[in-house]
């Protein structure tokens, strides 16, 4: 579609927006006018609409002119069957509450009818659109209906508009279609390492026989629940020295050793829940995957296929945790990778230094939450509290949860219970276990427990402090 062609005129986006069956508004227009569409745009809306959606059409050109899609919920509305009026309303203000959060201020969107809705995305390419069409549909679907398998429950469909105006609405293909043809070189800004991208070299393994698995349990804090367990692999270093996550794979460690440790844990994690499922256990599994096991296509490819085959049926006790991400990864990138693991799990966190800013691309691309990495941390305490309550803060400006990895003191504790963390993991707080366990109540005064034993000054009262 020519940006000039369409914007040539006030009657050419007219003809496209009748086509599209916009024209009309559901206020009472004058006699002899078309009818009031029932739940479509106000007239004003309608207006604002046209204007903005003029404008961005005049800035962009070529394939990025054909980033317009239509969100269908009809098939929503016949799950319901008689219900339908009675939470029209409410489910509505869930789409578009999901809209006004994640289109970005160069995307639109515009109630279309009772069932759809009209939405503009921005991209360089209609690809990366449509990567963009598919984060917004899945957090839809799991807003309308949990962590159910939906299926085809939220549609979208793409539309295509010619210089003439003619208007071409085609079903968007499968997620696995889009992620497979996306051009690397349209999502990867740096050069690429292309020794290893031929199918059926073999790689040499990095040996993990003595690596075990284990699972630290991480802590919501509002609620006092634990119920999501951390897979954290373990190695045997030295006497009273154990080496744990990527350190069990030692300095030098090579990207197919990071693949060969996250494929490790995947399989050990879906064994695991496998077992949890049978026991009724409702707890969740946080599994970590380093940004270079899905950061080469071959790589990413394999990891996918072997999540989709030990996960089956179960991706919904599964959040993955993507580490090792580097500064400022571009958001196109980062979509990608959200978007392949959103196909297989329950939602997707990520763990980056103190100094990340790149909290509007974890938003933009629905990560639920970002975690402050201070495992490796060996700074003086004092140095991180104000990296502690910064990084909250910046957070909580794009409405992003938070939680802190690697609490090693009770004063790194007490530091992210003032900050505001939502959840939090730590050997100052839980110790490691062999298997999940089922969701438990934690007393917030558990890690000052040893404290409180202590000998000290009696108050005379044989009554317990707490």
């Avoid at 256990?281 to 030990?310: F, G, P, Q």
């Avoid at 992210?416 to 707080?429: I, M, P, S, T």
Wanted: hydrophobic letters at 40%; charged letters at 25%.
């Amino acid at each position: 579609m020519n940006a000039k062609g369409i914007m040539g005129s006030g009657t050419l986006l007219g003809n496209v927006l009748t086509r599209l069956g916009l024209r009309g508004t559901k206020d009472p227009g004058p006699s002899g006018a078309e009818p009031p569409i029932p739940f479509g745009p106000t007239r004003a809306e309608m207006a604002a609409f046209e204007q903005r959606l003029s404008f961005l059409l005049g800035r962009w050109t070529g394939e990025a002119q054909d980033n317009i899609f239509v969100i269908d919920i009809s098939k929503c509305r016949d799950h319901l069957g008689p219900r339908w009026p009675e939470v029209r309303d409410k489910i509505h203000a869930k789409v578009q509450g999901i809209l006004n959060t994640r289109l970005t201020r160069q995307e639109l969107f515009l109630q279309r009818d009772e069932v759809s809705y009209l939405v503009v995305f921005a991209g360089a390419t209609r690809r990366n659109a449509q990567i963009r069409a598919l984060v917004v549909n899945q957090a839809i679907n799991e807003r309308l209906y949990g962590q159910e398998d939906t299926g085809e429950a939220v549609e979208v469909r793409s539309i295509r508009v010619d210089s003439a105006g003619n208007v071409e609405v085609d079903k968007e293909p499968e997620p696995e279609e889009i992620l497979d043809y996306v051009p690397e070189a349209t999502l990867w800004s740096k050069p690429r390492d292309h020794s290893r991208r031929m199918r059926g070299i073999k790689r040499k393994p990095a040996k993990l026989d003595d690596v075990r698995v284990f699972y630290r349990p991480m802590l919501a804090i509002r609620t006092r629940i634990v119920s999501t367990f951390m897979c954290l692999p373990i190695r045997h270093v030295r006497e009273h020295f154990h080496a744990s996550s990527y350190d069990v794979l030692g300095p030098g460690a090579t990207k197919d050793d990071l693949f060969a440790l996250d494929s490790m844990t995947l399989r050990h994690t879906g064994e695991t829940v496998t077992r949890m499922v049978r026991t009724g256990s409702k707890s969740l599994v946080a599994l970590s995957v380093h940004y270079e096991t899905l950061a080469e296509t071959t790589r990413r490819s394999e990891y996918i296929a072997l999540c989709a085959k030990v996960l089956a049926g179960n991706t919904s006790r599964v959040v993955f945790e993507v580490v090792g991400l580097p500064a400022g990864v571009p958001e196109v990138r980062l979509t990608e990778l959200v978007t392949a693991l959103r196909l297989n799990s329950r939602a997707i966190i990520v763990r980056v230094a103190p100094d990340c800013h790149d909290f509007a691309a974890f938003r933009a691309t629905g990560v639920h939450a970002v975690g402050l990495d201070l495992y490796e941390s060996r700074r003086r305490e004092q140095a991180l509290f104000p990296e502690i309550e910064a990084f909250v803060q910046a957070a909580s400006n794009y409405s992003l949860k938070t939680y802190l990895f690697g609490v090693r003191s009770l004063s790194i504790y007490t530091a992210a219970l003032a900050a505001g963390f939502d959840y939090a993991a730590g050997h100052a707080l839980t110790t490691a276990v062999e298997t999940p366990e089922k969701a438990y109540l934690y007393r917030m005064e558990t890690p000052y427990l040893s404290l409180l034993a202590a000998p000290g000054p009696s108050n005379g009262s044989s009554e317990p402090l707490l």
